[in-house]
C-alpha cells in the first residue's frame, strides 16, 4: 500500500543555536524509507525542528529559532529528494512569519505551513494577526499544526472563520476533547497520528485522563473503568504507579486507539504521520498496519486524506 507522510522533522534532534552545526536528516530518512518491504512512502512533507533548547529548558518569550536559514536548509534538501515536499515553518508569535512564509514561497516551491503553538506557548489568534492565515488562504496551503493545551476557544474561532483553509492537528490532538471535538466538528480540521509511541505522547494522553479531559482515551481504558474511577491493580499505590502502569504496552494498545479515534471521528479525519526525526517511521507505520479498522479506512489515513486536503 502507498503511504503519504504528513509529518517529518528534517535538522535530526540537533539543537543547538549554532546554526553550523545543524545536520540534515533527510538523506536518513529516504534510506529508511526505500527499505521498507511492504510499504511504499511516495511523499513526504519535511520541515525544520521548532527548536533549538536544552531539554524542556524554559520557554523563551522571542522566537527561538532562525527560521529562515532553517527553511533554506530543509528547502534544498527536500529539492534533492523527489516526493519531499517542503513546508515553510514560522514561529508563530513572530510579527515578521508572513514575512518568511512570503519569502519562502518566492524561491521555493512550498506545500504547507507549520507552526508550533505548543512549543512556542503562542494563542492561535496570532495565526491572524502576524499574516499566517492570510498567506495559507491566498496560497491555498494547508496549516500543520500543534495545537497547544490551551486557547480551544480562539483554535475553533480561527477553523471555523477559515472554511477554505484545511488545519491538521498533529499527535491526535493528545486526544484531548475540546481538540477532538474541533476535528469530528468541522470539515477542515484534520489530525494526524505522529508520535504516537513518543513518551511525550504518552505522558500527554495520561495527564488528559487524569484530568478527565479525554473521553476517547477512557473508552479505550473502559475495562479499568467503574463508576468513573479506574479499577486499579493491586499494584498501583501512588500517582507515580499509577502513570507507569498506564504507560505500559499493556494497558495502552495504539492499535486500539487507532480503531477508537477512527470510531470517534471517522477514517476521513485523520492522516499518517510519522514524525520521524523523532520517533521511527516503522514504528508509527505498524501501528496503523495492525489496526482492527477497514482496509479502506488504512487507504484513508494512508494516503486519501493527504490527497484530500493537498488539493
Known amino acids: 500500500m502507498k503511504v503519504f507522510d504528513v509529518h517529518t522533522h528534517a535538522g535530526g534532534k540537533n539543537y543547538s543555536h549554532n546554526d553550523a552545526e545543524y545536520d540534515s536528516n533527510v538523506n536518513e530518512y529516504n534510506n529508511k524509507i526505500k527499505n521498507l518491504d511492504d510499504a511504499r512512502v511516495e511523499k513526504t512533507i519535511a520541515f525544520a525542528q521548532p527548536r533549538p533548547y536544552e531539554w524542556l529548558k524554559n520557554y523563551n518569550p522571542t ?7 532553517a527553511n533554506d536548509k530543509v528547502a534544498h534538501d527536500c529539492e534533492n529528494y523527489s516526493g519531499m515536499l517542503f513546508a515553510a515553518f514560522t514561529d508563530a508569535r513572530d510579527y515578521k512569519a508572513g514575512d518568511e ?39 491555498n496551503l494547508p496549516i500543520i499544526m500543534h495545537a497547544s493545551c490551551e486557547h480551544f476557544n480562539e483554535l475553533e ?16 490532538g493528545y486526544l ?4 477532538t471535538k474541533i476535528v469530528k466538528n468541522y470539515d477542515n480540521a484534520y489530525f494526524d497520528t505522529s508520535a504516537f509511541t513518543h513518551n511525550n505522547f504518552k505522558i500527554s494522553i495520561v495527564s488528559a ?24 491493580p493491586f499494584k498501583v499505590k501512588t500517582t507515580q504507579d499509577l502513570v507507569e502502569w498506564l504507560l505500559t504496552d499493556e494497558i495502552i494498545k495504539y492499535s486500539e486507539l487507532i480503531k477508537t479515534a477512527v470510531e470517534f471521528i471517522g477514517p476521513e479525519k ?22 482492527p479498522i477497514k482496509e479502506s479506512d488504512k487507504e484513508k489515513i494512508f494516503y486519501k486524506n493527504f490527497e484530500t486536503i493537498m488539493k
Request: charged share 20%; proline share 4%.
Open 63 to 69: 522566537p527561538s529559532v532562525n527560521f529562515e536559514s
Open 101 to 139: 512564509i512570503n519569502r519562502c514561497i518566492k524561491k521555493y516551491d512550498v506545500k504547507a505551513l507549520k507552526v508550533h503553538l505548543g512549543t512556542h506557548n503562542t494563542n492561535p489568534e496570532h495565526l491572524n494577526r502576524n499574516g499566517i492565515i492570510n498567506c495559507a488562504g491566498e496560497h
Open 157 to 172: 474561532n480561527i477553523i471555523k472563520s477559515n472554511p477554505d483553509i484545511n488545519v491538521v492537528i498533529a499527535h491526535m
Open 176 to 179: 484531548m476533547n475540546e481538540l
Open 209 to 232: 485522563l487524569l484530568n478527565e479531559k479525554s473521553d476517547l482515551l477512557k473508552q479505550i481504558l473502559s475495562p479499568y473503568y467503574e463508576a468513573k474511577a479506574l479499577k486499579l
Open 270 to 291: 485523520i492522516l499518517f504521520g510519522s514524525d520521524e526525526g523523532w520517533c521511527p517511521i516503522m514504528e508509527q507505520l505498524e501501528i496503523i498496519k495492525n489496526s
